[in-house]
């Protein structure tokens, strides 16, 4: 039998199988001893034992690496998790806040059609005041919490930028996947904001750029995904 020796694979898989193995090693002399010559047995039998010994050997060494490494990769990310952890959230709660302004405001919409309305404010005032005569009581209102809103984006991009992040869990692929997603996402969202607060990239850019990113992304920010971030990254610092 080949023994996969997958690095993400759990240890007590990989003993189950060496333990397979090992029985099915034990099988093949005691299924052909019968028909072997006497005299032969002699030189055989010791030869199996010596092999059995030394598959037994380095497979237990192979076990005791693999825990040994899973026990250092995970007392170095724990490590790493308890400096990121707190502030990380920090960020993500302070990035909730400046949503909930926004959707919770005078205007009272989602992030998208929030964003969707900066921007045709941004590229036309005039224009969009003749279309959006109600809104010019609360546009001053309005322009601050965005404001705030890319603020909060500009610090979570440097957080990401500058800080070390944990590596997830290895026997959790699942998890490990989400969370990759979640901090892609957070970063190039944030990313683009500064682009654009930098006056780096025009109105019609920006705006193709946050199309493109919709469709390929397909994730409706709001304070509702920064709680299921929350969440998740409650469940990441867990499994440590």
């Not at 072997?36 to 030394?54: E, G, M, N, Q, R």
Request: hydrophobic fraction near 50%; charged fraction near 25%.
């Amino acid at each position: 039998m080949i023994l996969n020796m997958n690095q993400n694979e759990d240890p007590e898989l990989l003993i189950r199988d060496i333990i397979v193995a090992l029985i099915d090693l034990i099988k093949w002399p005691l299924k052909y001893l019968p028909h072997i010559k006497k005299d032969l047995v002699v030189f055989i039998f010791p030869a199996f034992v010596a092999a059995f010994i030394s598959i037994a050997t380095v497979s237990f060494r192979a076990v005791v690496s693999k825990a040994l490494h899973r026990m250092s990769f995970h007392d170095e990310q724990y490590q790493i998790m308890q400096e990121f952890y707190p502030a990380f959230e920090m960020h993500l709660i302070r990035l909730k806040a400046a949503m909930s302004e926004i959707e919770n405001g005078s205007l009272c919409m989602n992030l998208r059609f929030a964003v969707r309305k900066y921007l045709e404010f941004e590229k036309d005032s005039e224009e969009y005041f003749l279309k959006n005569e109600k809104d010019i009581e609360i546009i001053e209102v309005f322009c601050a919490a965005m404001k705030d809103f890319m603020d909060r984006l500009t610090e979570m991009n440097h957080f990401l930028i500058t800080s070390m992040i944990p590596k997830p869990p290895l026997t959790h692929p699942f998890l490990k996947r989400k969370i990759h997603k979640m901090l892609a996402v957070l970063q190039y969202y944030a990313l683009m904001w500064e682009q654009y607060s930098m006056e780096e990239i025009d109105v019609e850019v920006f705006q193709k750029k946050m199309k493109d990113f919709n469709e390929y992304w397909k994730v409706d920010f709001g304070c509702a995904k920064i709680d299921e971030y929350l969440s998740l990254l409650e469940e990441w610092l867990l499994k440590f």
